[in-house]
Nanobody
Framework: QVQLVESGGGLVQPGGSLTLSCKASGTNFLAYEMGWHRQAPGKQRELVAVISRNGATNYTDSLKARFAISRDLAADTGYLRMNSLTAEDTAVYYC?????????????WGQGTQVTVSS
C-alpha cells in the first residue's frame, strides 16, 4: 500500500550537520502526523520530533536546540535537520507516519537510516 523510505544518513564529523529525508510512496493515501525516532546501540528507541500537516512541531527537549523537523506536503516527504552533531547522536534514525490508507487510519515505520558521528 504505502512505504516510508529514509535517506541521508552516513558518517559525519563532530560539530557537523546532516539532513535526513523520509519519502512516503504509494497511492490513495494521506499522511497526517510524521515524525522521527532514533535508537542508539544498547539504548531504547526514543522520540526525536513530530510534525503535523499544518507544521506544528514537538521535540524531545534535549534535542530542540540542535534539530529541526520539517515537511513538504506536495512531495509527501519529511525532513530532519541535525546540527552540531556529537558522538551521542550516533544511532539508527527511523521515520514514522500516521496514515489514512485504504479507508483506515494506521501507523507506518521506515526501515531506518544509520547516522554515525565520528572523527
Amino acid at each position: 500500500q504505502v512505504q516510508l523510505v529514509e535517506s541521508g544518513g552516513g558518517l559525519v564529523q563532530p560539530g557537523g550537520s546532516l539532513t535526513l529525508s523520509c519519502k512516503a510512496s504509494g497511492t490513495n493515501f494521506l499522511a497526517y502526523e510524521m515524525g522521527w525516532h532514533r535508537q542508539a546501540p544498547g539504548k531504547q528507541r526514543e522520540l526525536v520530533a513530530v510534525i503535523s500537516r499544518n507544521g506544528a512541531t514537538n521535540y524531545t527537549d534535549s534535542l530542540k536546540a540542535r534539530f529541526a523537523i520539517s515537511r513538504d506536503l506536495a512531495a509527501d516527504t519529511g525532513y530532519l535537520r541535525m546540527n552540531s552533531l556529537t558522538a551521542e547522536d550516533t544511532a539508527v534514525y527511523y521515520c514514522h507516519a500516521e496514515l489514512l490508507v485504504g479507508g483506515r487510519l494506521g501507523d507506518l515505520w521506515g526501515q531506518g537510516t544509520q547516522v554515525t558521528v565520528s572523527s
